[in-house]
């Protein structure tokens, strides 16, 4: 494999190379469980997702960490709004973000840490900052000296000139010219969630979860973090200060940074009424695959577009590629093999790896695909039993990557199908004619041709 990222931290395309053989310790930032996920996540999500899927499929074993932040600014804000705790607002939100990641087919992380499980790993490094002199206490709590470490900036390319050195700021976000020192411990205050801790009483701040539960479950060196390209300043910048000034040692080989998804050309915000998350999709009758093509079809450095005229186009495809994968099941060729078959299928894999392995050039694996899909259609009538078969292969193997398409659904589809068409004939029956076109017609959406012939009704898959 010639796998190349494009690393952050050395803002250039590099080889990839592992730091044990074979294995990869990955960690990808997770939700903050304060409302349910917009599509901009999702877009990040399915993208690390792709990511993971491409590393298991060339044979690398994966131990994946997503972290859940359960305690932060955000989330004692809503649970005041509501007049509930801290843990029934995690809660609620935890369950719903699991529930979209299982529509969209997100694999679940071998590990969700939850950082309010996490208090003591967080102290320890505290405490190592202090004893070392990078970290200092005021007025309760404890702050990281971005003076004290001066590597600080290299990923977000900072400008060290305009670093605000000695001014503390608290809150856990912040905009990119406030590079200040940052809070790495948050004193008691008011009628906020405490701990009672060997530091003193108080909470975490956001970026400090990071560390302390990557490093207990991946250690404190490890492949590769991902996140989208809103986590590189500040929160990615002060991790890899806080956890390299603690432990002396590189954090991470290689970070991965998704760029933003924005709306018909503008950015997505509450106030200009074009803010979804997948809930309004699918309530809206999307289909969730549609949505999982759509948001990984961009290559993930580029700015994702959405529209409801991108979401439709994405359903088109992604029916193009349901309908070349169920004609497969259909066919009945006859014993043999074509030796053109043999090399159509290699020279598909070889185009569709390569392009995966240029920094995960989703769109050109997808140009590969769909050559492909022609290609085979052209010659479905002259195809043998061991070209279906290698056929069959090598789409199982695509989709193991793309997460898409449901290999194993025949004979529910069948069923589906045909217990629509009852409903049509009982429509017809009825002399309900508008009830039968729209029948036929929501099948014809979906790529299914209903025939009337003398021997009854008979369905097709369209290939156009």
């Known amino acids: 494999m010639n796998l190349t990222v494009y690393n952050t931290l050395d803002h250039a395309?590099?080889?990839?190379?592992?730091?044990?053989?074979?294995?990869?310790?990955?960690?990808?930032?997770?939700?903050?469980?304060?409302?349910?996920?917009?599509?901009?996540?999702f877009r990040s999500y399915v993208f690390e997702d792709l990511v993971k899927r491409y590393l298991l499929m060339r044979g690398f074993q994966v131990l994946h960490v997503m972290n859940i932040t359960d305690i932060e600014d955000k989330i004692i804000?809503?649970?005041?709004?509501?007049?509930?705790?801290?843990?029934?607002?995690?809660?609620?939100?935890?369950?719903?973000?699991?529930?979209?990641?299982?529509r969209l087919r997100i694999l679940p992380a071998d590990v969700y840490p939850r950082a309010t499980e996490h208090i003591e790993e967080m102290v320890a490094?505290?405490?190592?900052?202090?004893?070392?002199?990078?970290?200092?206490?005021?007025?309760?709590?404890v702050y990281f000296s971005i003076a004290r470490f001066p590597a600080y900036g290299r990923l977000a390319n900072l400008d060290k000139e305009k670093m605000r050195v000695g001014v503390r700021v608290?809150?856990?976000?912040y905009d990119k010219e406030e590079v200040q020192d940052f809070v790495l411990w948050k004193g008691r205050k008011g009628d906020e969630p405490f701990w009672t801790t060997r530091i003193g009483e108080g909470r975490p701040g956001w970026h400090i979860e990071c560390s302390a539960m990557s490093g207990k479950y991946l250690g404190t060196h490890f492949d590769i973090h991902m996140g989208g390209v809103d986590n590189i300043f500040p929160h990615h910048e002060n991790e890899i200060a806080q956890t390299e000034a603690a432990t002396g040692e590189t954090f991470v080989n290689y970070w991965i940074h998704c760029q933003h998804l924005i709306v018909d050309n503008q950015k997505m915000s509450k106030s200009l009424g074009n803010f979804y998350t997948l809930r309004d999709l699918l309530q809206m009758g999307y289909d969730p695959m549609a949505i999982r093509y759509l948001l990984l079809s961009t290559h993930y450095r580029k700015l994702l577009n959405f529209s409801f005229e991108g979401l439709e186009r994405a359903a088109q495809a992604l029916q193009r590629m349901r309908n070349f994968a169920f004609s497969l099941q259909e066919l009945t060729p006859p014993p043999g093999k074509t030796a053109a078959v043999d090399q159509l299928v290699a020279a598909a894999e070889q185009s569709f790896f390569t392009a995966m392995d240029d920094d995960f050039n989703i769109s050109g694996a997808l140009g590969a695909f769909f050559d492909f899909i022609h290609a085979v259609n052209s010659q479905v009538d002259s195809?043998?039993?061991?070209?279906?078969?290698?056929?069959?292969?090598?789409?199982?193997?695509?989709?193991?990557?793309l997460g898409i398409l449901d290999l194993n659904v025949k004979r529910d589809l069948e069923s589906e199908i045909l217990a629509?068409?009852?409903?049509?004939?009982?429509?017809?029956?009825?002399?309900?004619?508008a009830r039968s076109d729209r029948i036929r017609d929501e099948l014809k959406a979906r790529g299914i041709i209903l025939m009337d012939t003398p021997e009854g009704v008979k369905w097709r898959l369209d290939q156009q």
């Open 13 to 41: 395309v590099r080889p990839f190379q592992e730091i044990e053989k074979g294995k990869i310790g990955l960690y990808t930032c997770g939700p903050t469980v304060y409302d349910y996920p917009h599509i901009g996540n």
């Open 77 to 102: 804000r809503r649970a005041n709004q509501e007049g509930v705790t801290i843990s029934e607002i995690s809660r609620k939100f935890t369950e719903a973000f699991f529930e979209d990641r299982d």
């Open 125 to 141: 490094i505290i405490e190592t900052l202090l004893e070392k002199g990078i970290a200092y206490q005021k007025d309760g709590s």
């Open 170 to 173: 608290d809150l856990d976000e």
């Open 383 to 401: 195809l043998k039993t061991d070209d279906v078969t290698a056929i069959q292969t090598l789409l199982r193997r695509i989709n193991s990557v």
């Open 420 to 433: 629509r068409i009852e409903e049509r004939q009982a429509a017809r029956k009825a002399k309900d004619f």
